[in-house]
């Protein structure tokens, strides 16, 4: 399954793209429950092994297209304002819950929050609401938006070039596997309760 994957996005790269990359991490960066996690490691894997695209033209690629993502997402926030918000938009999966979390994050850490936020799973598309919501300078809010990105999108693409240089992995060793999904687990998790699940409480 892993090859079948790798060999449709190499496919779908060779047409796309870093248009491609692009324009899938907006739209994980939005309301698209689309996780980064399977757009930028193999595309920096593919990138590594079959030339055409460069690893760094990858990781710019997906910084540019989550900036672009994240500012719709705040864009949106401003100018539709958190009533609309709170009524509706559990249609696409933004709980009212989940928008009182966010903004907590934000009142708390401000443009740091957002900062740190682009390294955080589930809080990374969801912080343009709370900065839009309360008018975080945009310039700000950019700037710290691509600083996020770009780390977040570095250490995708490290992941993505040191998984493909694991045979046992490419084969698709279920022991490979379970290791590297375990690991990156365990990472995400260890940085999601220090940075949210403590404040948050």
């Known amino acids: 399954m892993l090859h079948d994957f790798l060999a449709w996005y190499a496919n779908a790269l060779d047409e796309g793209g870093y248009w491609l990359v692009g324009l899938l991490m907006a739209m994980e960066s939005s309301i698209v429950p689309l996780p980064s996690e399977v757009v930028i490691p193999p595309a920096a894997h593919i990138a590594h092994t079959r030339g055409g695209m460069s690893v760094a033209g990858v990781v710019l690629a997906g910084t540019i297209g989550s900036w672009v993502g994240a500012s719709l997402m705040y864009w949106a926030s401003r100018l539709l304002?958190?009533?609309?918000l709170m009524r509706y938009g559990r249609w696409v999966m933004i709980t009212p819950a989940k928008i009182e979390a966010a903004e907590a994050w934000s009142a708390?850490?401000?443009?740091?929050?957002?900062?740190?936020?682009?390294?955080?799973?589930?809080?990374?598309?969801?912080i343009g609401i709370p900065a839009g919501v309360v008018r975080l300078r945009f310039g700000w809010y950019s700037l710290a938006t691509l600083a996020g990105s770009f780390i977040w999108c570095?250490?995708?693409?490290?992941?993505?070039?040191?998984?493909?240089?694991?045979?046992?992995?490419?084969?698709?060793?279920?022991?490979?596997?379970?290791?590297?999904?375990?690991?990156?687990?365990?990472?995400?998790?260890?940085?999601?309760?220090?940075?949210?699940?403590?404040?948050?409480?």
């Open 154 to 201: 570095c250490v995708l693409a490290w992941v993505g070039v040191k998984a493909g240089q694991d045979a046992a992995l490419m084969r698709g060793d279920l022991r490979a596997l379970t290791a590297w999904v375990g690991g990156g687990a365990l990472a995400l998790g260890g940085i999601y309760w220090v940075f949210v699940h403590r404040h948050m409480r």
């Open 81 to 84: 304002g958190r009533p609309l």
């Open 108 to 126: 708390k850490f401000g443009v740091v929050g957002v900062f740190v936020s682009r390294l955080l799973p589930v809080i990374r598309h969801l």
